[in-house]
């Protein structure tokens, strides 16, 4: 009799669990593998990243959570901080969801890094030397910090003079780096201003000296007005408009 009341107790218990949890394949925790959090938070990064895919890499820092949704498959989204960058060591919240319903969220530690063209010297250069296309050349390495000032493009190297001496190896800066005079202070230049078909020219004075591109103050003899014109090439000044 004791026998028959046992069984009748499971059935009841088993009964019991089979409404409350429904179809078997319903409480079944799938677990979400590691590979398919790191491709998640890739993805993320290389929709995200102002540079093109082939030019950033994520590493992962620390082990992925061990995440399992009841009910099968979850979805998963990755967000970032507001103001990311994108670049150098950071976190994303990682959030698991069946539907609308977010069941589970987490935080993912990357570093991340990007493949950047910088300018470097090919030879030691002296101070106040003019720098020459065989002087300097591009280069790319991986870096995780945004670097300022920091040149990728060797034609704005050449034809400045360096502020200091620079070794081998350097990489360039805008800061290492003065125009050398096309203009200088005192000297009479023509000034052109271009709109359309139509050309207008006066004569002025610089009031300060100036390199190829650089935009420096002229006083229109004319009218005796200080204006801001770019340096276009010996005594030639274009004002910008």
């Known amino acids: 009799m004791k026998r028959l009341h046992d069984l009748s ?3 009841v218990f088993l009964l019991a669990l089979a409404f409350a949890c429904g179809p078997a394949a319903d409480c079944a925790a799938a677990p979400v ?5 790191q491709s998640a938070v890739k993805k993320h990064v290389e929709d995200n990243a102002p540079w093109p895919k082939d030019r950033v890499r994520v590493e992962f820092l620390g082990a992925m959570p061990e995440v399992s949704v009841a009910g099968g498959p979850a979805d998963i989204q990755v967000r970032s901080r507001a103001g990311e960058r994108y670049i150098g060591r950071t976190s994303f919240t990682v959030r698991f969801s069946k539907g609308d319903t977010v069941v589970r969220e987490e935080t993912v530690r990357v570093r991340i890094e990007v493949l950047t063209d910088v300018v470097v010297s090919t030879r030691g250069i002296l101070r106040d030397a003019v720098i020459g296309p065989d002087d300097v050349t591009v280069t790319s390495k991986w870096m995780e910090t945004a670097t300022t000032g920091t040149l990728a493009d060797a034609g704005e190297a050449v034809g400045k003079r360096a502020t200091a001496r620079l070794n081998p190896g350097t990489e360039i800066t805008r800061q290492m780096l003065r125009s050398v005079p096309v203009v200088k202070k005192g000297e009479v230049v023509r000034i052109v201003l271009e709109s ?5 020219s006066a004569v002025g004075q610089c009031q300060e000296d100036g390199g190829q591109g650089d935009l420096i103050r002229v006083q229109n003899m004319s009218s005796k007005k200080i204006i801001f014109a770019r340096v276009m090439g010996a005594a030639l000044v274009r004002v910008d408009f």
Do not use: F, Q, Y
């Open 9 to 11: 107790a499971l059935a």
């Open 33 to 37: 593998g590691e590979k398919a959090i």
């Open 196 to 200: 359309g078909p139509m050309t207008i």
